[in-house]
DNA sequence: ATTAGCACTCTATCCCTTCGAGTGCCAACA
DNA sequence: TGTTGGCACTCGAAGGGATAGAGTGCTAAT
């Protein structure tokens, strides 16, 4: 069945009033806030519709309706319409985010927390992939015997490193050669074309005795494979107490369980970017209830946006908020530090 | 007045049963659970008196009594008596942190959700006060023209970098110059010795123009302070919301609130630490409910205990919980976990 | 297709009662 | 003087109606 203007209405209304009162609304409710033309009766009759379509639905028999996830679904794909956040907003955001760090890391988390203070809600954020970047510099640093710094400079304006352990008695001149030579050899490449054997072949001609120089190669590669992972940043979790809808401690303590596994919620984040649909070239994922895949996630909507730091570099930023929001409020949101955050990793790269 | 040897038993069973039962406590369910040699009448006599001083209240009229801040006190200075850790429970510590990683902070972090993942509290840690370790070695390292990197390597086996920036027309062999000399001329000095006075004379002599040098040599001292400041590491905050302690919302958001302030958190562990009785080489801090400092920490405890990187570089491990809580359990998990960690630690220095 | 009217449903809230654990105090006792 | 049994009293927790109010579905009329 096909949804009539007017039922478009209704649901848009029901989604409206319901988000900013949190009660489930009634039919008679519905007339008073809203410019119907028609009786009560008629709504109830359309009310009756969606909810048997299950785009609303009722908590008791003698309740009003509220949204169900497929109403909040309907709502978000085709009857919002998102605005522009207001001159004073955007400049309070601007005001947060500006600040001239000189870490991308530490620009990525300041963008999420302020996303999290704007929205109200838990935001999050995934480091750059940094896979398809490749190695602009790489040196081995003798910290000690045995002890060794392996800085990495990556072309998308990052720096890692890693303390490895070496062999106690092998020298600066030697880890130096093995150093240019895997620098030499392997400047240029992206990380996800790096493997052991590219390493050790890098590495080979080097006048080092070979296990010295196995072990040596071997750290550099658990290196280099460590600059690749993703790192998630969480912020605001305390926010979910301050909402309604998670005042049944029950549902705050699923929640807060499971975003304290930050490893689970990044795999998570991470499934949704692979299976992002790319054709176009909206950036935004939303899901809502229980299209989470998570545990304690039911109440909640989750929606992230993709930024990019190079062309071929990119993460993702977010917010997890109840699912009972204002959609286009929260996107622009979003969408606006997204663009802030585009526009400052310029200065990086 | 004096608590006589009956009155000290009293409180001690309160507390007790308080703690294992979440209940009030009264006279006849005292008598019960334990062997007391007298009435319940004249056990009601002892706790008016108990009352009287401060040390057990009720909450209302006709309820049992609990233990007050003063009475919880009284109970942790002079009556509970200390019990080691089974075999069981040590090894499931141990087990946990004995994970081989290759830096300080990582062993630290792992440290920290243990204790956490143990008492089923919030735990903590701050990263270890590195004022009195010196500098073992110090390069910039040219990352990109106007970007570098300074990377220090401590005394206390800690290997710290920030991203700074210069010049954009200096050369590597000028930056090299300067991270030589700054490295020649600081090398054995304690941090909290090196202001950016000592830094520019240290770079005095380097054949580099002025406004060049300055500027480097400036950052490379705010790369040294940033070195020195204190990090803070939070684990298990959402345990909270498992203690029927904080079933009632309010205080588990207030407490919550209060904790995602982690600068906050970290000022006032500070504060303890230089508050600490230095005289005993007892290292464990107690503070209990109304005692904290901090807003919305009424109703718990924050037991810290120092551990040490070296003798003069030590840091903070601690949780915080519940004022009703097993004090001589967790107590001795804590100072399990700082002698772990301070065994651990030997490895990097 | 829309509407007015009506009987029905269900929850939230308030009030009242009862129950029980606990207290304080008093008078008696060792 | 410290201890004890007894007793009246207090207060919160739990349970049981009763009531009000918002909302629904259905039917018959327009």
């Given at each position: 069945m096909q949804l009539d203007n007017r039922k478009k209405e209704v649901l848009h209304a029901i989604v409206d009033d319901y988000v900013s009162t949190n009660e489930p609304v009634g039919s008679k409710s519905l007339i008073e806030r809203h410019n119907f033309q028609v009786s009560s009766a008629t709504l109830r009759n359309d009310m009756a519709e969606l909810e048997h379509m299950g785009l609303i639905e009722k908590p008791h028999t003698s309740a009003g309706r509220i949204p169900s996830d497929k109403g909040y679904r309907e709502y978000v794909n085709s009857l919002m319409t998102i605005e522009e956040l207001s001159p004073r907003e955007q400049l309070e955001i601007e005001k947060r985010i500006?600040?001239?760090?000189?870490?991308?890391?530490?620009?990525?988390?300041?963008?999420?927390?302020?996303?999290?203070?704007?929205?109200?809600?838990?935001?999050?954020?995934?480091?750059?992939?940094?896979?398809?970047?490749?190695l602009k510099q790489l040196k081995i640093l003798m910290i000690e015997p045995g002890k060794a710094l392996v800085i990495m400079v990556l072309s998308a304006g990052v720096v890692k490193d890693k303390?490895?352990?070496?062999?106690?008695?092998?020298?600066?001149?030697?880890?130096?050669?093995?150093?240019?030579a895997i620098e030499k050899n392997l400047t240029g490449k992206p990380l996800d074309e790096i493997t052991l054997v590219t390493v050790e072949t890098?590495?080979?001609?080097?006048?080092?005795?070979?296990?010295?120089?196995?072990?040596?190669?071997?750290?550099?590669?658990?290196?280099?494979?460590?600059?690749?992972?993703?790192?998630?940043?969480?912020?605001?979790?305390?926010?979910?107490?301050?909402?309604?809808?998670?005042?049944?401690?029950?549902r705050a303590r699923d929640l807060l369980g499971t975003l304290?596994?930050?490893?689970?919620?990044?795999?998570?984040?991470?499934?949704?970017?692979?299976?992002?649909?790319?054709?176009?070239?909206d950036s935004f994922m939303i899901r809502i209830g229980q299209e989470i895949a998570l545990e304690g996630l039911d109440d909640c909507s989750f929606i992230t946006a993709t930024y990019n730091l190079t062309d071929s570099v990119s993460g993702n930023i977010g917010v997890i908020g109840p699912k009972r929001m204002l959609y286009s409020k929260v996107i622009s949101q979003i969408d606006f530090v997204k663009k802030k955050l585009n526009k400052e990793m310029q200065r990086f790269t």
């Open positions: 500006d600040s001239s760090v000189d870490e991308v890391t530490d620009l990525i988390k300041n963008a999420t927390h302020t996303l999290s203070e704007a929205t109200g809600f838990v935001s999050l954020a995934m480091s750059p992939r940094l896979r398809k970047s490749f303390v490895v352990r070496i062999p106690n008695f092998i020298s600066d001149e030697q880890i130096m050669k093995i150093s240019g890098a590495g080979k001609g080097t006048e080092v005795p070979e296990p010295l120089l196995k072990q040596v190669l071997y750290e550099a590669y658990a290196a280099i494979k460590q600059a690749d992972e993703l790192n998630i940043y969480l912020e605001g979790e305390h926010r979910i107490l301050e909402l309604p809808d998670f005042s049944s401690l029950g304290s596994d930050s490893g689970m919620v990044a795999g998570y984040v991470n499934e949704m970017e692979n299976s992002r649909d790319h054709s176009t070239d």
